[in-house]
Nanobody, 118 residues
C-alpha cells in the first residue's frame, strides 16, 4: 500500500511565498516520477510540475519562473517552492507518484489547500 502525505498549505497574500512537501511511504521505487497537480473549484485537475529521479523537472506554463520542484530520494519526499503567488494559484494541491511499470498507475495524496487572497 502506497501513501502520500502533503503538508505546507495555507493562506498567503498575493506576491507571497509558500512551500509544500510530500512524503511517500510504502512499496514505491525511487525511479518513479513524482509531481504536483492542482484542482480549482469547478475545474479539472491539472499538472503543475513533475520531476524524475535524476531531477529533470517540467513545469506548466502558468507557473514557470515562479515555482520550483525538487525531490529528496533518501527521504522519499518531493517539494514545491511557490513564489510570487497569484490569486489564480488558489486550488487544492495534490502530490502524485506514477509507477513506471507496464501498466502505469497514479498514486495520490489527499491534497492540501492553498489560498492566495488579501
Amino acid at each position: 500500500q502506497v501513501q502520500l502525505v502533503e503538508s505546507g498549505g495555507g493562506l498567503v497574500q498575493p506576491g507571497g511565498s509558500l512551500s509544500l512537501s510530500c512524503t511517500a511511504s510504502g512499496s514505491i521505487s525511487r525511479r518513479w516520477p513524482m509531481g504536483w497537480y492542482r484542482q480549482a473549484p469547478g475545474e479539472e485537475r491539472e499538472v503543475v510540475a513533475t520531476i524524475a529521479d535524476y531531477s529533470s523537472a517540467h513545469y506548466a506554463d502558468s507557473v514557470k519562473g515562479r515555482f520550483t520542484i525538487s525531490r529528496d530520494n533518501a527521504k522519499n519526499t518531493v517539494y514545491l517552492q511557490m513564489n510570487n503567488l497569484k490569486p489564480d494559484d488558489t486550488a487544492v494541491y495534490y502530490c502524485n507518484v506514477r509507477s513506471g511499470m507496464i501498466r502505469p498507475y497514479d498514486y495520490w495524496g489527499q491534497g492540501t489547500q492553498v489560498t492566495v487572497s488579501s
